[in-house]
């Protein structure tokens, strides 16, 4: 017995079974910091696993974002050039209108010219005059510069201009009898109204003021 108790002194060997488990209590002291330092190396080996996928992610992400910003771009510039075309056609449409009512005003001397001609007038002048009048409504026609025919036409108060007006029998609508300053249509649109007379149908007399004659 006493050899027994006194069997871990001076000299005592362990065999192997205690040997093993004296380095389970080593290991079992050392346990939590190597966890934690196997802990650490596995979400390092994850993260370096998943480090690429990321980096991917965010990669396609920052393309998306260039991809919207570049779309919205072009949409951008697209507008502006198409507002900017719109200004410069309604600006040039303003310009031409203001220089071809000036146009107009010396076409309108030119008609009055040849209406006052008589027949001791040179024959000669009056020709140039006349050619100098085709030329001028063939570079009308050709910008588009239209002259509107009312004379005889039903009036149409969006192209004619009613200065003056007289009764007449055997009508049943308002008719253009004679033309004062021709009018003339741009692009298809008004450039200038005609000034017109009118024939408008006659009054009826009053029935109740025919039931009061004798």
């Known amino acids: 017995m006493e050899m027994d108790e006194n069997k871990e002194g001076i000299g005592y060997v362990p065999d192997d079974d205690e040997q093993e488990a004296d380095e389970a209590k080593a290991r079992d002291k050392n346990?939590?910091?190597?966890?934690?330092?196997?802990?650490?190396?596995a979400?390092?080996?994850?993260?370096?696993i998943h480090e690429p996928e990321d980096a991917l992610l965010k990669i396609q992400t920052e393309r998306d974002e260039f991809k919207d910003k570049y779309l919205r771009g072009l949409a951008e510039m697209d507008n502006f050039r198409k507002r900017m075309k719109k200004e410069k056609e309604e600006y040039q449409r303003y310009v031409m209108n203001e220089f071809l009512l000036d146009l107009l005003q010396i076409y309108d001397n030119l008609e009055r010219a040849l209406k006052a001609k008589g027949h001791d007038?040179?024959?000669g002048i009056i020709s140039g005059v006349e050619m100098i009048r085709r030329?001028?409504?063939?570079?009308?026609?050709?910008n588009q510069v239209l002259e509107i025919d009312a004379l005889g036409k039903h009036f149409d108060p969006v192209f004619h201009e009613a200065l003056s007006k007289e009764e007449r029998d055997g009508i049943t609508q308002a008719i253009v009898v004679e033309i004062y300053q021709k009018g003339?249509?741009?692009n298809d649109k008004l450039l200038r109204p005609v000034l017109?007379?009118?024939?408008?149908?006659?009054?009826?007399?009053?029935p109740?003021?025919?039931?009061?004659k004798p």
Do not use: C, G, W
Request: glycine content about 0%.
């Open 208 to 212: 109740q003021e025919d039931e009061a």
């Open 121 to 123: 007038a040179d024959k």
């Open 43 to 48: 979400k390092r080996a994850h993260h370096k």
């Open 135 to 142: 030329q001028f409504l063939d570079l009308l026609k050709k």
């Open 184 to 186: 003339f249509t741009y």
């Open 196 to 206: 017109t007379k009118v024939a408008i149908p006659m009054e009826k007399d009053n």
């Open 31 to 41: 346990s939590p910091d190597e966890t934690s330092h196997k802990k650490k190396a």
